[in-house]
């Protein structure tokens, strides 16, 4: 979903060029991410963070583990980011990049990053748009080129068909999952749900009623 520019994102990312890595600054550390992190430890990256709050709350939960949240708009990374500070400052394992999820490549090394988050992605439902589905063929090579082997991808969805699709998706690509990887109603499953950190559009589909679907899938 598009957000309508906000007039203080722009100067607000260039005050916190420390917390928001952009397009070009991240091209230049492909390969050196451990650099701008106090620990050399695991990375994780979440495409498409939206408000943040997944993202934060991991890495407040798990500082073992370096975290990456990176958005495709401007306004949407500098949302996430200011939300951020706002509540804990610069964690010294989070940081944020303003760049495009089908490019991963061009930020990181093969195994460089070790698994890859997709929440509540857009479904793009009409057909001609597949090619913008994040787990589209294209996005998932991508992927490969900087996960490790048996690198993973965690993907959550309110929407069916996008679960559907993407389950085919993994599938043809030859990616592989067990039954324990993944759930149809992830919130009624007390053993799946465990450990689950939620998503602001996780929490609005709760409330509604709506099931959770959830699956991890490695190559």
Known sequence: MHLRSKPWAKPWLEAHTDLVIDQEQAQKL?????????????????????????????????PQINYIGMEIQETAVAIAARKSFEAVGVLPNLRYLYGNGSGVETYFEKGEIQKIYLNFSDPWPKSRHESRRLTYKTFLSSYRAVLPEGGEVEFKTDNRHLFE???????????????????LDLHADADKVAGNVETEYEQKFMALGQPIYKVKAHF
């Open 165 to 183: 699709y993407s389950l085919v998706s993994f599938m043809d690509f030859g990616m592989r999952w067990t039954p324990e990887d993944y759930s």
């Open 30 to 62: 492909r390969g050196h991410w451990q650099e701008i992190f106090d620990q050399d430890q695991p990375i994780h990256v979440e495409i498409g963070s939206g408000k943040g709050q997944f993202i934060m709350e991991m890495a407040k939960k798990n």
